[in-house]
Nanobody
Framework: QVQLVESGGGLVQAGGSLRLSCAASGLAVSLSGMGWFRQAPQKEREFVAAISPTGGSTFYGDSVKGRFTISRDNAKNTMYLQMNSLEPEDTAVYHC?????????????????WGQGTQVTVSS
């Protein structure tokens, strides 16, 4: 059974930083692309960032470019999202997911397994 567990969310002031982690079990993710999506209340799910299986390629949503950094440690079966210069607009539940091979990185429909999410709240 594949399971993804996010951690690292919390409450932070604008301008602050958080580091999210996504730990996978039940599947060796070293051959899979992975991604982060977020969803705020009354808003659609939004692509945040994605990373190729080896970490050699990364992709970012326009709203987080230059502020967020995605990375992974395949030896630990874990993916990370370093979030700097946080803004109130970044407030959302952040989900990690595993991508189906060959499908677009930025589309939520490309992802098969999802975590339950971790809440990030940025106060102004």
């Amino acid at each position: 059974q594949v399971q993804l567990v996010e951690s690292g969310g919390g409450l932070v002031q604008a301008g602050g930083s958080l580091r999210l982690s996504c730990a996978a079990s039940g599947l060796a993710v070293s051959l899979s692309g992975m991604g982060w999506f977020r969803q705020a209340p009354q808003k659609e799910r939004e692509f945040v960032a994605a990373i190729s299986p080896t970490g050699g390629s990364t992709f970012y949503g326009d709203s987080v470019k230059g502020r967020f950094t995605i990375s992974r440690d395949n030896a630990k079966n874990t993916m990370y999202l370093q979030m700097n210069s946080l803004e109130p607009e970044d407030t959302a539940v952040y989900h990690c997911a595993i991508r189906r091979a060959g499908s677009p990185y930025t589309s939520s429909g490309s992802y098969t397994y999802w975590g339950q999410g971790t809440q990030v709240t940025v106060s102004s």
